[in-house]
Nanobody, 123 residues
């Protein structure tokens, strides 16, 4: 069984920063694309960022480009999301996800999902 466990969420003021972490366990994630999605109350889950296994390619939603940075440490089976200059509209539950195939990286049809971590940005 695969487990993805997110951490690092919390309450922060607008303009502040948070770093989310996602630790994968249960199997090797060699070759997997890792992504972050978020879901705000009353809204659909949306893509935030993704990174290939090698880290050579990253993908971002337009709404976070230039503010968020995704990275990974394969030796630790961990993916990170550094979030800077946070805005109230970034408030959501953030989910980590893993996908075997490198296609449709922005689509939420990933193979494995974490339980999510709450990020709240106050104005």
């Amino acid at each position: 069984q695969v487990q993805l466990v997110e951490s690092g969420g919390g309450l922060v003021q607008a303009g502040g920063s948070l770093r989310l972490s996602c630790v994968a366990s249960g199997r090797t994630f060699s070759g997997y694309l890792m992504g972050w999605f978020r879901q705000a109350p009353g809204k659909e889950r949306e893509f935030v960022a993704a990174i290939t296994w090698s880290g050579s390619s990253t993908y971002y939603a337009d709404s976070v480009k230039g503010r968020f940075t995704i990275s990974r440490d394969n030796a630790k089976n961990t993916v990170y999301l550094q979030m800077n200059n946070l805005k109230p509209e970034d408030t959501a539950v953030y989910y980590c996800a893993a996908k075997r195939l490198l296609i449709n990286v922005r689509k939420n049809d990933y193979d494995y999902w974490g339980q999510g971590t709450q990020v709240t940005v106050s104005s």
